[in-house]
């Protein structure tokens, strides 16, 4: 735990640069990601659909629906209700889920925990490059986050389960007006797999406001497929 821990220390050290990213990250308009397409992003963008799932199912105007049409709309809309709400419960619970991309500079991998219940907990990413590639980020999104318009550097204390919590300067951004986007610059993806464990808690907070509760589990097989991509 101990080694996970002080991998954030990494961010104190960084110069403050306005709309500057971490380190092998790029500004896209919006907030950091890297430099190569990562499906991953879309991964989160959809977690973030999930979460309010607001999406208006009335049809717009047109030709009237003929009988059978009429029956496979309904049909077609239960079953979108039926997806939505097995989604909403396992996301209740939390699932992880595991991405790869090759890139000019290695393997490009990336994980991400999402557990959330209405505006209740949020989702955790751990993305890096293959070894020897150092560049790596732990990335935490939720609605009870800070949403900077721009990327900014602030301050934000992280307690990682029962261990001392640490005042951190931590990049952040706005991912969508509900959402704010919290991203620490690690020092590599395999040392920081090698602090990872089966159930890890993070909280995050501001002057004793809690920001993030967020607790993931049955991360061992996905650590697994980290250490494999990573190399």
Not at 26 to 37: L, M, T
Not at 73 to 95: P, R, W
Not at 127 to 140: E, Y
Request: charge should be positive; hydrophobic fraction near 35%; include cysteine.
């Amino acid at each position: 735990m101990r080694k996970f821990r002080t991998l954030f220390l990494v961010n104190l050290f960084f110069p403050a640069i306005t709309l500057a990213c971490p380190i092998g990250m790029v500004y896209n308009g919006n907030g950091c990601s890297p430099p190569y397409e990562y499906t991953g992003w879309d991964l989160m963008r959809d977690r973030r659909a999930a979460i309010d799932a607001m999406g208006s199912n009335h049809r717009t105007s047109g030709p009237p629906l003929t009988a059978e049409q009429a029956r496979k709309l309904n049909e077609d809309m239960k079953q979108l209700e039926i997806e939505k709400e097995q989604k909403k419960q396992a996301h209740a619970k939390g699932i992880w889920n595991f991405e790869s991309k090759s890139t000019p500079e290695g393997n490009l991998c990336g994980a991400v925990f999402s557990k959330y219940k209405l505006e209740e907990g949020g989702i955790v990413t751990i993305l890096g490059f293959q070894s020897p590639n150092p560049n790596a980020w732990l990335i935490f999104q939720g609605v009870g986050l800070p949403k900077s318009k721009k990327i900014e550097k602030i301050k934000i204390t992280l307690q990682q389960d029962n261990e001392p919590a640490q005042t951190l300067q931590v990049f952040n951004y706005r991912e969508s007006i509900e959402v704010g986007t919290v991203m620490f610059a690690v020092p590599g993806l395999t040392a920081t797999l090698n602090g990872m464990s089966e159930r890890q808690r993070f909280r995050l907070s501001d002057n004793e406001k809690m920001l993030l509760d967020i607790e993931w589990h049955s991360a061992t097989p996905i650590i697994d497929k980290l250490k494999q991509c990573a190399g």
